[in-house]
């Protein structure tokens, strides 16, 4: 059993003798003392996970120590056990944040069962604190890994934005790390001890996305069995972050735009408009210029989430990253010089978090200490054009996964070196457009190109 730590505080001898005897026995630190004004002395050098209280006490009564600890600590649950019991004193307990208030004569199992309880309770709120401190310490910008240019701009931008309540739109490929960006804005904001709710815009139908972002009432459609809050709800006095906004219906961001005029939205089936203080920090692997002149996106809600906008580069155009980007992902292991160069030459389409989890794959198969050209999956070899001097054989089994990576970093480099010119592109690479699009799907590739 954890070995929480209890104040007893209460005037009555007997009654501090018999609190602790039965916490003690069920594995609990126990102090006492006999009223509040010595508490507060206890309190100033010693942390609990509980307090058990008196109301009725010389010096300072119960209520008037809880007053002060609350002043200084708002998290410490408190028992209020008392033989004055008052309707007024039950309110004054409320107000205060007690965390049970139980009446005198009691039961020992009556006061096990609260005890237990309340230190649950504690335990978890210090657990959240704790993930809450570790969160904003993962996402410091001086602890952000880039030591590239462009990357260091980029932090200290967003550093400098996240003091503000200015709609910021993070733009880059997939995989470049936009929500990291978001994360680290919203933990070092004045917002930072409230939630932020990431959704992806493109991840759900248009009828549930709506739900996911503005709630529901019951009966509201088939299946809505009961009511059930959105994020605007539950992110209030926090952040949104809405990945790959591109990717909204036309109707929902019409909705989407009221709710950032007004303040105020209305859940599916609902009736009254619930007000609410977010702010919203959208990302996009889209050309929203583009979507707009194709009557895809709004205009007015584009002003309204680019107030400020990031570009975050591909990890192509900052190759001084990879280095330290590797053995970030990699510690403690090492990695050879020769399987650096390959992970260095190589174009990442999938940016960031391809290396990672190439990476990731790498130390799951890997037994040594050490990752080594061949730990790593073929493909990086072929597509680093590397292939001769790494690659003897290449067999039946990783023969396909090589082809179909070069082929699909090939058709990228075409589409880039031709400005994204499909009509180009496919004659470069000797294909007609029909099967440069059929290689297109098959491989993944965006069609955000110029035809």
Known sequence: MHKAKILVVDDELNMRKTLSCILRQQGYDVKVCGNGKEAVKILDTEQFNLIITDIKMPHMDGMAMLSALRKKNKEIPVIIITGHATVNSAIDAVKLEAYDYIR??????????SVRRAVEREKLISENLYLH???????????????NKKMQDIYQLAQKVSKSNAAILIRGESGTGKELIAHAIHYNSLRKNNKFLAINCG????NLLESELFGHEKGAFTGAISSRKGIFGMADKGTIFLDEIGDLSLTTQMKLLRVLQDGEFRGVGGTRQIKVDVRIISATNKNLENRIKQGLFREDLYYRINVIAIDLPPLRERKDDIAPLVKHFLAPKRISSEAMNLLVSFDWPGNVRELENVI?????????QCILPDDLPQYISVGAGLAPAHISTITEENFREARTAFEKNFLISVLRKTNRNISLASKKAGL??????????????KN????
């Open 432 to 445: 007609s457009r029909r099967h440069f699009y059929e290689k297109m799907r098959l491989y993944g590739i």
């Open 133 to 147: 401190d570790q969160l904003k310490e993962k996402f410091r910008f001086n602890g952000l890994i880039g030591n």
């Open 360 to 368: 990731e794959r790498a130390v799951a198969l890997q037994e040594g």
């Open 448 to 451: 955000r190109i110029k035809d």
């Open 203 to 206: 991840a759900l139908p248009e």
């Open 104 to 113: 005198k004569p009691c039961m020992p199992d009556e006061i096990l069962f």
